[in-house]
């Protein structure tokens, strides 16, 4: 079928994404309980998750049930039509409920989100300026915990809320080093 449309003659553009072993981020976080962890991630000693580079989300401040992070409403996120993706908004919201669970876990424990609901008031484009998510703990059981999150643009607008359910686990001691292990069946 011939167009009429003109060739795209924009320039192209790109973002280059680099990010840690996977399995050091999880590594550096199995010695410290999980406010310890936040704050090294924070004060750059231990790597961020993948997805916080991949989206450019930086974590702002960690107390103890209480998250903040920042994220820039990049192009690169847009959806066709014209505004940031649901589901960019729905990861950093997400990232910040919970973290603000993981901020009130002992060495030991872990959590993985069941279930996260998302309320979406208003478009989100680059105009919108910095994106601040604030993640707060509603309830904290022992096998579950409830946390919400406000996602404000660069004005202080309300843009989006969120709800989430998490499971508390468990999480398996770490893996003995195998130089160590070795050393110890030699001596």
């Known amino acids: 079928m011939p167009t009429d449309a003109a060739p795209d003659t924009a320039p192209s553009r790109r973002r280059v994404v680099e990010w840690s072993d996977p399995a050091l981020v999880a590594k550096a976080g199995q010695g410290l309980d999980g406010l310890a962890f936040l704050r090294a991630m924070m004060a750059g000693d231990a790597p961020p998750p993948p ?3 991949l989206l450019g989300i930086d974590l702002v401040s960690a107390e103890p049930g209480r998250v903040t992070m920042r994220m820039g409403p990049g192009e690169y996120l847009y959806n066709p039509l014209g505004s940031v993706h649901g589901g960019a908004l729905a990861s950093l919201l997400d990232s910040v409920m919970g973290c603000a669970v993981h901020s009130t876990l002992p ?3 872990g959590y993985t989100t069941l279930e996260i609901k998302v309320n979406y008031l208003r478009a989100v484009t680059a105009a919108s300026g910095p994106l601040t998510a604030v993640g707060e703990i509603v309830h904290a059981g022992r096998r579950q915990a409830v946390a919400e999150a ?11 809320t969120a709800s989430t359910t998490c499971l508390l686990i468990d999480r398996p001691p770490p893996a003995p080093d195998p130089v160590v292990a070795a050393w110890t069946r030699i001596s």
């Open 107 to 109: 060495l030991g424990r």
């Open 150 to 160: 406000r996602l404000s643009d660069g004005a202080g607008r309300l843009c989006a």
């Open 51 to 53: 997805l916080i580079a």
